[in-house]
């Protein structure tokens, strides 16, 4: 008697437990634009059956070499469905491309263009694997210089370490290639009933990368320069100035005014403005000591003359001289001509101010 119950409890037991296959059961969606819009779904978890969109899936165990598994994204650990390594599906194509990639000639920086919100950029250059941003915003076109990027498409979106893998090899094989994280947000629903867990992974890919010749900016050529004086009292100037010294007039008053709080000021500098393009940066009227201008860097750039310049302020708990200052500073280039002289803060490149030509 004790042995026909315990075989009935184990029966039912048994029963129960092939009644909920899908309790431990997860899918893994993997939406492909750009290449190929199509959904590739990977089920993971008890064999069973499993009712899905008015019909109805037989998920089933095989081992990893089983002749069935073979396609072009073959995982190991997945259940066969219908007899298949994965469930595919096509998708209708996105209206745009989220973002696209071209090359820029004479170096490796690439030109990005994001037209909606997005995840990782990635990009594969036949070699290695390189992040060229790791989210996107709207309206947006730069130059990026890519990254690398370890373990392939691991960490991309949803995906498992595996499925990363296969979709690398499956990619890797038709050579360089751009993939576009897409938003959870941005992907088609898609819902499954009677699973633990459901992820969702949206990449566009860019399969052909063209050269954008527009893009190439030469590099800077660099000029020879120096810093003639600089100091921390301009009388009268209270905001910030830029000026470029023409004549020696102009230098003459320019040395005056820098040097007004002086007894015996320095003598005033020679300059060939033939030759000589002399640049004056001035801080503005500050607070305290502690202020500076600080050349750092002079290029030309597109038939441009740029002053790449540290604005120095004083750090807090900094012992400064408490006196209004206005500091200043000269500098020389070694070549003239110049119309405007473009000043940049040397620590972002942020584009601060313009020198004009006065005669």
Known sequence: MRARTLLCLTAVATLLTACQPG??????????????????????????ELAYQGGTLTLEEAPADDERRAGDVTLRSTLLVDGRPYL????????????????????????LTVRQDVGEVVYFDGSGYLT????????????????????????LGQLTNEEADALAAAFEARGPFVLVELEPSALPPHPIDGLAEHRRTGLYVQADIPTDDEAYRPPPQQVVWEVVASGTQAPGVQAARYEIITNRQQLVSFWTRVHAVQLEPPPVPDADFARETLIAIFQGQKPTGGYAVEPRRVAIEQGELYVDVEFVEP?????????????????????????????RDADGGRLVGVARRTE
């Open 132 to 155: 060229l941003v790791p989210d996107g915003s709207p309206g947006v076109t730069q130059r990026v210089v890519p990254r690398p990027r370890l373990s392939r498409l691991r960490g």
């Open 23 to 48: 309790a431990s059961r997860t899918a893994s969606d993997v939406f492909l634009f750009g290449d190929q819009d199509r959904r590739l779904t990977f089920f993971y978890g008890g064999p069973g």
């Open 315 to 343: 750090a807090a708990g900094d012992i400064v001289t408490q006196a209004l200052t206005s500091p200043w500073a000269l500098v020389r280039v070694l070549r003239g001509g110049f119309p405007v002289a473009w000043i």
């Open 88 to 111: 595919s599906a096509p998708l209708e194509p996105l209206a745009e491309p989220p973002a696209t990639v071209a090359r820029i000639p004479l170096t490796t920086d690439m030109q």
